[in-house]
DNA sequence: GATCTGCTTAGATGTCAGTCAAAATAAACG
DNA sequence: CGTTTATTTTGACTGACATCTAAGCAGATC
């Protein structure tokens, strides 16, 4: 496989992907930007992780509400953030002894977007 | 990592999974059977595939359609659409030389409906 | 400033995933 | 029935990834 270094899940950098993939075809420039989003979530604890941040009140958690969540070790999890962070699809903030983990709405958006089937109203 | 075999993201089996992820938290056993179509989605290749596949004419695709698309092998192309395939994604069809590839929309749609971002109105 | 707590980084290890070449299967066609 | 074409399976190789322990860093508190 080739070296994808994952680059940030911006709206901007990701304008060209706002369309259905069922609409037309990716082409490999924009498949492989969004490659590394899908893969991120495609760990268990990732995708248990970015649940966790973005239901839980107040929009963020503190790393140590989502630790105990889990069987394993804390550097672990802190692995599974960086890489969602690497990605942009959250954010954090250090506000005095905790650090708090925030959803990126729009990332989410984006991929859902990409996922979604247009009603095809006339068929 | 545990032994995780791949079941088919058929919506029955998912039922319990239609609800927009920053809803409610997911619990281990809906990430469990979630992560396996997100990892799926996490290769380039078989992210341009699906999208090929589902954007194609009469929504299908011979596989012969697709191998020219990639630089890579043919066994390649096939181990990726195999892939697709165990988790629901696509369907396939033999008919005659020739097998067709096509996108299963149930799928998508549920992936998408996990990912969307419920408009906050009264936020 | 010594220490405690919260979190991350570094390094090591075992497992998994993507790739290819070669062989196998399956249908069509002469 | 032998050959050709389309696709998959097998087996091997290599690199990536999830996980852990141990160590580092950053605030807070005494």
């Known amino acids: 496989m080739s070296k994808q270094s994952i680059g940030p899940l911006t ?8 369309v259905p993939l069922v609409n037309e ?3 490999a420039d924009q498949a492989e930007r969004l490659a590394p989003s899908f893969k ?3 760990d268990p604890i990732r ?6 941040i973005a239901s839980h009140e107040g929009g963020e ?3 140590c509400d989502l630790t105990d969540a889990f069987d394993v070790s804390a550097p672990t999890i802190s692995h599974h953030l960086k890489v ?3 990605i942009g699809l959250v954010t954090s903030e250090r506000r005095g002894t905790w650090i708090y983990y925030r959803a990126e709405p729009a990332a989410l958006d984006l991929l859902s977007t990409l996922l979604s089937v247009p009603q095809e109203v006339g068929v």
Request: proline content about 8%.
């Open 11 to 18: 709206p901007v950098a990701m304008d060209d992907c706002r």
């Open 25 to 27: 075809p990716l082409n």
């Open 40 to 42: 991120a979530l495609g």
């Open 47 to 52: 995708l248990r992780l970015l649940s966790l």
């Open 61 to 63: 958690a503190c790393v």
């Open 84 to 86: 969602l962070r690497a």
